[in-house]
């Protein structure tokens, strides 16, 4: 198994590149602001060929690449459908002073060719089998992709912005909601095994028997207020 990932542009945002080996098809998850240079530059390192791009949730740090890399490589974005409007007018999920500040004049249109994420899909692509889990409360439309484990890797999970090491997702933008975030959290989250790999939205990678012991929006007692993470 092949996981390749940088930090894309202002957001910090982990774009990742997925793929069986080196010199096979591969999927592109998240690729974010100023994403197309660097995730080009692992492509032809590794001898990759996009067959789609995955978008863990509709927050333009997480899609705003989504349309020119699916334009130019001629593949389909996945994207929940209760987050799909936001791929065509991500200020819908952002507050208005970050509305102001982030677009002068940018406009965002969708990829030609957008399929809809379901809980508990299988996607079948690029000779990998990823599981798709709905889990929202910091944004309607966000889910997670699982990669089972093999006798080489522990399962990974790549969890957008639901889960952080030490952290989780902020859910004082539109669409998000603490309570929920919380349920998605117990749902997806705590019932896999402790070394599955976390493979987040932003920050370092962890693990779910770290975040587990150490996490206090895992803890059975939830705080009264939400964090502030993420975009």
């Given at each position: 198994m092949l996981?390749?990932?940088?930090?894309?542009?202002?957001?910090?945002?982990?774009?990742?590149?997925?793929?069986?080996?080196?010199?096979?098809?591969?999927v592109?998850?998240?690729?974010?602001?100023?994403?197309?240079?660097?995730?080009?530059?692992?492509?032809?390192?590794h001898?990759l060929?996009?067959?789609?791009?995955?978008?863990?949730?509709?927050?333009?740090?997480?899609?705003?690449?989504?349309?020119?890399?699916?334009?130019?490589?001629?593949?389909?974005?996945?994207?929940?459908p209760?987050?799909?409007?936001?791929?065509?007018?991500?200020?819908?999920?952002?507050?208005?002073t970050?509305?102001?500040?982030?677009?002068?004049g940018l406009?965002?249109?969708?990829?030609?060719?957008?399929?809809?994420?379901?809980?508990?899909?299988?996607?079948?692509?690029?000779?990998?089998?990823?599981?798709v889990?709905?889990?929202?409360?910091?944004?309607?439309g966000?889910?997670?992709?699982?990669?089972?484990?093999?006798?080489?890797?522990?399962?990974?999970?790549?969890?957008?912005?639901?889960?952080?090491?030490?952290?989780?997702?902020?859910?004082?933008?539109?669409g998000?909601?603490?309570?929920?975030?919380?349920r998605?959290?117990?749902?997806?989250?705590?019932?896999l095994?402790?070394?599955?790999?976390?493979?987040?939205?932003?920050?370092?990678?962890?693990?779910?028997?770290?975040?587990?012991?150490?996490?206090?929006y895992?803890?059975?007692?939830?705080?009264h207020?939400?964090?502030?993470?993420g975009?």
């Amino acid at each position: 198994m092949l996981i390749a990932g940088f930090p894309a542009g202002s957001f910090q945002t982990n774009c990742y590149v997925v793929a069986p080996a080196a010199g096979e098809e591969c999927v592109i998850v998240d690729p974010g602001q100023n994403a197309v240079g660097d995730l080009d530059e692992v492509l032809r390192e590794h001898r990759l060929k996009p067959v789609a791009v995955l978008v863990t949730h509709g927050h333009i740090d997480h899609m705003w690449s989504v349309a020119p890399v699916c334009g130019a490589r001629d593949v389909p974005a996945w994207i929940h459908p209760e987050d799909r409007d936001l791929l065509s007018d991500p200020g819908k999920g952002l507050s208005l002073t970050t509305r102001q500040q982030l677009f002068g004049g940018l406009t965002f249109t969708e990829p030609d060719d957008v399929r809809e994420l379901s809980d508990g899909a299988v996607l079948k692509l690029a000779g990998m089998e990823l599981t798709v889990d709905h889990a929202p409360g910091h944004t309607r439309g966000s889910v997670t992709f699982r990669l089972p484990a093999t006798d080489e890797i522990p399962h990974v999970m790549f969890s957008g912005d639901l889960l952080f090491a030490g952290s989780i997702g902020r859910t004082d933008l539109p669409g998000g909601d603490y309570p929920t975030i919380l349920r998605s959290l117990a749902d997806k989250c705590l019932p896999l095994p402790d070394d599955t790999v976390v493979l987040p939205g932003h920050g370092p990678q962890t693990t779910i028997g770290q975040e587990r012991a150490t996490n206090p929006y895992l803890a059975e007692a939830a705080p009264h207020a939400g964090p502030g993470r993420g975009l």
